[in-house]
């Protein structure tokens, strides 16, 4: 080879080839460059051997992103997820409230998070000489070394220098040992164990047909009895339906006398149904033997839209706006207690549990505490505040015949009425149309506790229970927004978190009654 490279024909080739280099085809010809730019031509004159370098516009394959911020939403133009700066008049109740899939979003969020924005890495510091005292100050001369090893290994791990790295491959657990596709941060998160949420069946276990039901907000034609036992108003009639067999019988039919059931309630023990009607009229049936047991045809001057017991003792509420007190036990017709403490119709009455006060509700948005035995105030005689400012003071006598306890704070009809049966003298109210609210009352020194602002432009509550064997509490709607319509909410309280949704009625939901067990309702 170095003989035909120093050889006349090498020589005069090399000479051939430099000269074609000095020529102008190099000049159009296109370079190209092998690695991220594409061929470009060079024509112009005043071009350089150097001038590519210069001139040429680097463009790289990709764009990678720089992470050192750490600010995720930035880097990746990620949305806001708490929505606008300006706070909504309104709160929409979500339609669909799973707790299962908003825990499953935390926790991507979370591992995304740590995948996509990892630490800065840490930079190895480099051993460092150790320090030598201010006294030292002589060098020591060199010395020949004791040991005859040559070779001398020793680890990193056990080195005296703490500044020295460990070595990672010494420890087992180490990501390069790591199978996962995810960092030990993500695997430390999705291998925790997470907090069980209570599942609520959102799709109902039983359709009941119920023809000429009654859409009136002011009614309570639905209870549920402590035999199992369900009483719904149709019509003129009423009918049991019995759960342990879905077994469907009639009790009554008011039609003859030409009148209308406008509410129904179950004695707390025992077979008894009180039913109220249209004219005034109130009737109470014995459930095993469908046979009528009293009946009282003046009542009310007006139709009875609400009735509560409290052991032998029925209270009736009715458009004429008052409330009644009678003794099953006596023979006589005549209440032995009126309670005048609305001015326009009583939609909503419940007793407290072990004989506490009773809660009236009315069309003039107010509600009554009323206490038949004579208890007093909590408070100095004669106060009329409370911690809303918004207790009436109605004599503070507590003979029965004004209210223990007046409350104004709602702005509308408020016929939902709820005793909390795990926390003494706690009770829960729920308004109309125009209200939307939920509240929360101590009935022993007159203050509202909490509220909740249930939501949607005219979300009407309806009606409220408390669950049995948890601390949370069941609502029902109506006249909601056209996104969450006739909406049952279940509320954790005191947090008043929403626990779940259910939706599928396509009317107001007006009744609703537990069963014994506090397992099932009847909506």
Known sequence: ???????????????????????????????????????????????????????????????????????????????????????????????????????????FTSILHTEVTPPSPRRPTSPQRPTTSSSATTTLPPSTPTRKRIFHYTSPATSANPSTPTRRLDTPTDEAYSMSPVRAESRQLLESPRRQLRSVCKTPYRVLDAPDLADDFYLNLVDWSNTNVLGVGLGSCVYLWTAHNAAVSKLCDLASSNDTVSSVSWVQKGTLLAIGTLSGRMHIYDANTLQVQRSYNNAHTQRIGALAWNSHILSSGSRDRMVHHRDVREPTHRPFKRCAGHRQEVCGLKWAREGGPLASGGNDNKVCIWDLRGSKRASAAGSSTSGSGSVEDAGGSGSGDAPLWKFHEHTAAVKALAWDPHVSGVLATGGGTQDKHIRFWNTFNGTMLSELDTGSQSTQVCNLIWSLTSHELVSTHGFSSTTAQNQICIWKYPTLNMVASLTGHTHRVLYLAMSPDGESAFL
């Not at 000269?19 to 690695?35: A, K, M, S, T």
């Not at 370098?53 to 600010?71: C, E, K, L, Q, W």
């Not at 008049?89 to 799973?98: A, F, G, N, Q």
């Open 1 to 107: 080879m170095s003989g035909l490279k120093n050889s006349p024909f090498g020589k005069r080739l090399r000479a051939t080839y430099q000269d074609n280099e000095e020529d102008g085809p190099r000049r159009n010809r296109q370079r190209v460059n092998p690695i991220f730019y594409t061929a470009t031509s060079s024509t112009t004159k005043d071009a350089t051997p150097e001038s590519p370098i210069t001139t040429r516009d680097m463009y790289g394959d990709r764009f990678v992103p720089s992470r050192d911020a750490g600010d995720m939403r930035t880097s990746y133009h990620l949305m806001d997820e708490s929505g606008p700066s300006t706070p909504s008049k309104s709160r929409i109740i979500p339609t669909e409230s799973d707790a299962l899939k908003e825990q499953a979003n935390a926790i």
